[in-house]
C-alpha cells in the first residue's frame, strides 16, 4: 500500500516557477512508476509526466515539455515537479499518482493503470 501526499501548489503570475513535492509512504519506492498527472476545471484528468522505476526513462506532456521537469529522489520517497515559464493553460488541481514496476508504451500515460492517487495540490496561474 502506498500513500501520497502532495504539496508546493499555490497562484503564481504567468512565466513565473513552481515546485511541487509529492511524499510517499510505503516500502520499495523506486520499484514504482511515479507520475504527474492534473485536472483542470471541466476538463478530464491529462498527463503530465512521468518517472519509470527502477532507473528508467521519463517522459513528458507535449505542453509541459521544455518547461517542467521531473525527478525523484528514491532515498526519500519523494517525487518533484519543477514548473518553470507557466502559463494559465497550466492551471490545474495536480495530483500524483504510482503503480509497480515499470510501464510500456502508452499505459505510462493512461491514468488508469495508476493504482495510487494523491489528493492533489492546486496550480492557479494569472495572467
Known amino acids: 500500500q502506498v500513500q501520497l501526499v502532495e504539496s508546493g501548489g499555490g497562484l503564481v503570475q504567468a512565466g513565473g516557477s513552481l515546485k511541487l513535492s509529492c511524499a510517499a509512504s510505503?516500502?520499495?519506492?523506486?520499484?514504482?512508476?511515479m507520475g504527474w498527472f492534473r485536472q483542470a476545471p471541466g476538463k478530464e484528468r491529462e498527463f503530465v509526466a512521468v518517472?519509470?522505476?527502477?532507473?528508467?526513462?521519463?517522459y513528458y506532456a507535449d505542453s509541459v515539455k521544455g518547461r517542467f521537469t521531473i525527478s525523484r529522489d528514491n532515498a526519500k520517497n519523494a517525487l518533484y515537479l519543477q514548473m518553470d515559464s507557466l502559463k494559465s493553460e497550466d492551471t490545474a488541481v495536480y495530483h500524483c499518482?504510482?503503480?509497480?514496476?515499470?510501464?510500456?508504451?502508452?499505459?505510462?500515460?493512461?491514468?488508469?493503470?495508476?493504482?495510487?492517487w494523491g489528493q492533489g495540490t492546486q496550480v492557479i496561474v494569472s495572467s
Open positions: 499518482a504510482a503503480r509497480r514496476n515499470r510501464c510500456v508504451g502508452s499505459a505510462c500515460y493512461d491514468p488508469e493503470t495508476y493504482s495510487y
Open positions: 510505503g516500502p520499495a519506492f523506486s520499484m514504482y512508476t
Open positions: 518517472t519509470v522505476a527502477s532507473g528508467g526513462m521519463t
